[in-house]
């Protein structure tokens, strides 16, 4: 009896060691530089992560969380009100740390054109919405050859198709942010 009650104790000891110190974790202490400079190698220059996703596939998958964010002019924050280059400014910073300017026709500017069939989830797509047909006005985040994600100024944050004839007569160019791998 005392033997069975002595196993009984080491096997509660194990559980709650399990618990309280996972065996994945490393307990050497490094700096927040060190570990700052790590994830930004990590982001950077590793074109998968773990779950095999590459950069182009998380944008993507980012962008369609914004989804019903409402329109605001000039905002950039999700779930409470953002125009269309703030979005992909704030997206594009968060995961890929590339800082984008401001307005959609810097952003065309700034992007390597792109044709068609060379398209991937994360690059983006430049319309002229606005009294010139030929000026940028309007961008969003490609998540497939057809489908993209981007602030309406009546609907907010949505997904809407290129198949679509005002955005076929709109599109100005498809475009990939520099340096996103």
Not at 1 to 29: D, E, Q, T, Y
């Amino acid at each position: 009896m005392r033997n069975r009650g002595f196993g009984l104790i080491w096997i509660l000891v194990a559980i709650l060691s399990g618990a309280l110190f996972p065996s994945c974790r490393s307990h050497k202490k490094i700096q927040k530089d060190e570990i700052f400079i790590e994830e930004t190698v990590e982001i950077k220059h590793n074109k998968h992560n773990k779950k095999g996703q590459t950069l182009g596939d998380r944008i993507a998958e980012e962008s369609m969380t914004w989804i019903g964010t409402p329109y605001g002019f000039g905002k950039s924050e999700k779930g409470v009100a953002t125009d269309c280059s703030g979005m992909v400014i704030v997206i594009y910073e968060q995961l890929a740390e590339i800082k984008l300017p401001r307005n959609s026709a810097e952003q065309a500017d700034f992007c390597e054109d792109l044709e068609e069939k060379e398209i991937e989830p994360g690059d983006l797509v430049f319309f002229a919405t606005g009294k010139d047909k030929k000026k940028v006005s309007h961008v969003g985040i490609m998540i497939d050859r057809e489908k993209f994600v981007h602030a309406s100024g009546s609907k907010g944050v949505m997904l809407s198709e290129m198949t679509t004839p005002y955005y076929r007569r709109t599109f100005i160019k498809y475009g990939r942010v520099p340096g996103r791998l």
